[in-house]
């Protein structure tokens, strides 16, 4: 198998349309009014609305804003807001700072310098709107995880992450860009840099130390359980890049699982007690 950037070529109207049944039919299934989705302005929130959009129309689907002062970018609002009207959505503003204020201010060992630790806070303080908004109209929450982030385990748990649906999960994340592109979405907005937008300045390709072009055919030929060497060899790229991947993306794999238990009865949920989606 020759790792070359066709290998990631897809039919992007079957892809399309293939998302859009799946979301369709979740929400019906789910006897669900429609969908909440957190819109940041990046690709992924984009690409997820216009699919939410095409699959119950945008009538249906409730995009999120949720901005805090720390990391406030009006271009962001702006992109968004121009997502929300390409396609329809319904929207709301929700400013998170007095939340998050409250939220830094209860903890007990807060540390304002731990990044991290604070801007997983937001992360999940996101999903908490996010939730609470699919409860109160009886809606789904539809998530926006790729399948290069999520394998790369760059996202919080229970943050960005949490989610009821999440459509493009099995897309990496240039086919998410050609297929936003195919669905009408702005250039611009397509190619813009990816952030999780949890500090000032955060940029995703400069956490991950890779471009996304290198990383996603990288990600594809572990997936096809070739060897680091291989990769390494017909990427051109040297043998400590691919294994460094390999490393984080087997280090990860408790991010993407729900949480163990031991086995101890007769069926253990989650493990061995696995029902159908849907009653009988």
Not at 61 to 80: C, G, R, S, T
Not at 135 to 141: G, M, T, Y
Not at 186 to 193: D, R, S, T, V
Not at 240 to 261: C, G, T, Y
Request: hydrophobic fraction near 40%; proline fraction near 4%; include cysteine.
């Amino acid at each position: 198998m020759k790792l070359t950037p066709s290998v990631l070529d897809m039919d992007l109207s079957e892809t399309e349309k293939r998302i859009r049944r799946f979301i369709k039919e979740y929400v019906e299934n789910a006897g669900a009014k429609g969908i909440v989705l957190g819109l940041s302005g990046g690709i992924d929130s984009a690409t997820i609305a216009a699919l939410a959009s095409r699959a119950i129309g945008g009538e249906n689907v409730l995009a999120l804003m949720l901005p805090e002062k720390e990391n406030f970018n009006q271009k962001d609002i702006d992109d968004a807001q121009s997502v929300a009207v390409l396609f329809n959505l319904k929207t709301q503003i929700c400013d998170m700072t007095n939340v998050l204020d409250c939220f830094y201010g209860g903890i007990p060992v807060f540390d304002a310098e731990d990044r991290l630790c604070k801007g997983n806070i937001k992360a999940r303080t996101r999903m908490i709107y996010m939730y609470y908004y699919a409860n109160k109209l009886n809606r789904i929450v539809c998530g926006s995880s790729d399948k290069s982030e999520t394998m790369m385990g760059y996202f919080t748990k229970w943050g960005d992450a949490a989610a009821d649906i999440t459509p493009i999960l099995d897309l990496y994340k240039t086919q998410v860009r050609k297929l936003s592109l195919h669905m009408g979405i702005p250039k611009e907005l397509a190619l813009k840099p990816s952030t999780p937008a949890l500090w000032p300045a955060q940029m995703a390709e400069n956490e991950l130390g890779i471009k996304y072009e290198i990383l996603d055919l990288i990600l594809y030929g572990l997936e096809r359980f070739m060897t680091t060497k291989d990769i390494a060899s017909q990427l051109a790229v040297e043998n400590s890049i691919v294994d460094k991947v390999k490393k984080r993306w087997l280090a990860n794999e408790h991010k993407r699982r729900m949480p163990i238990a031991p086995k101890i009865g007769y069926r253990t949920v989650g493990i061995d007690f696995r029902l159908p989606r849907h009653n009988y």
